[in-house]
C-alpha cells in the first residue's frame, strides 16, 4: 500500500509530466467546491430570511393578543350565532368557563343572582362551558343549555363550548390568561375562574374558582360607578 510520501511524489510527477491536463482537472475540481459553497450559502441565506420573516409574523400574532382589549374577539353563541365581543362596550363584564357536572357548577345560582341584580346598570356575564377539566362538561350546547335553564334559570350569555387551555384554546382565553396571571402558571386551573373586565374591555382582575360569586359584588359596583 502507498503511504502518504509517494502518493505525494506520484501526484507531483502528474503534474510535471500533464501540466495542462491536471490544470484542468484541478480547476475543474475547484469550481465544483466554489460553486457547492456559493449554493450552500444561499440555501442557508433563504432558509434565514423566511424563518425571520415566519418569527416576525408569529411575533406579530402574538403580540396582537396580547395587546388591545376583549373587543378585538368574535365568539359563537350555544346557538351558534357568531357574535363580536365590541358589542359589550361600555359594560362591566364577568367572563366565566362553566360545566355541568362539578363540584363548583352550583355557583350558577350566585352568577345569576349577580347578573340580575345588575344587569340594568350595564353588567354583563358571558359563560364558556368547557370540558378540559375532569371531562365535566360532556354534553352538546343543545343540553348544556337545557341543563342550565332548567336547573338555574340562567338568562345570561352562554357561549359555544371551548377549550380554554392549550394550542387550540379560543384566542379571547389566550388573551384573558395573557392579561393577568394566576397562581405558580397563567393556565386556567379548573372550571369557574372568572375574570372582570371593565368598561373599556380591560381585564381588571381574576378570581379562582372556589371564590363565590356574591364576592366579587363589591368589585363590580366600583367598575359600574367609574
Known amino acids: 500500500m502507498l503511504n502518504f510520501r509517494q502518493i505525494h511524489k506520484l501526484l507531483f510527477n502528474f503534474l510535471l509530466l500533464y501540466p495542462s491536463k491536471s490544470k484542468i482537472i484541478f480547476v475543474k475540481h475547484n469550481f465544483e467546491i466554489c460553486m457547492s ?4 450559502t444561499f440555501i442557508i ?17 402574538e403580540t396582537n393578543i396580547k395587546n388591545g382589549n376583549i373587543y378585538q ?18 359594560k362591566v363584564l364577568l367572563i366565566v368557563n362553566v360545566a355541568s357536572k362539578c363540584g363548583f357548577t352550583k355557583q350558577y345560582t350566585g352568577l345569576q343572582e349577580l347578573y ?20 365535566q362538561e360532556p354534553g352538546t350546547n343543545e343540553e348544556i343549555k337545557e341543563f342550565c335553564t332548567s336547573n338555574f334559570n340562567v338568562t345570561f350569555q352562554l357561549f359555544d363550548k371551548i377549550d380554554v387551555n392549550g394550542d387550540n384554546a379560543h384566542p379571547l382565553y389566550k388573551y384573558l390568561t395573557s392579561q393577568i396571571s394566576g397562581f405558580i ?39 359600574l360607578k367609574s
Open 116 to 135: 340580575e341584580k345588575y344587569k340594568d346598570k350595564g353588567f354583563e356575564i358571558l359563560a364558556f362551558p368547557c370540558n378540559q377539566f375532569g371531562g
Open 37 to 40: 459553497k456559493i449554493l450552500i
Open 45 to 61: 441565506a433563504i432558509l434565514i430570511v423566511f424563518g425571520g420573516i415566519f418569527m416576525d409574523l408569529s411575533s406579530k400574532q
Open 185 to 223: 402558571t397563567d393556565a386556567i386551573k379548573w372550571n369557574f375562574t372568572k375574570f372582570l373586565v371593565d368598561k373599556k374591555g380591560n381585564v381588571i382582575q381574576r378570581f379562582a374558582p372556589q371564590t363565590e360569586p356574591k364576592s366579587i359584588a363589591e368589585q363590580i359596583e366600583k367598575l
Open 73 to 90: 374577539f368574535t365568539a359563537k353563541t350555544i346557538d351558534g350565532e357568531e357574535k363580536s365581543l365590541a358589542e359589550y362596550k361600555g
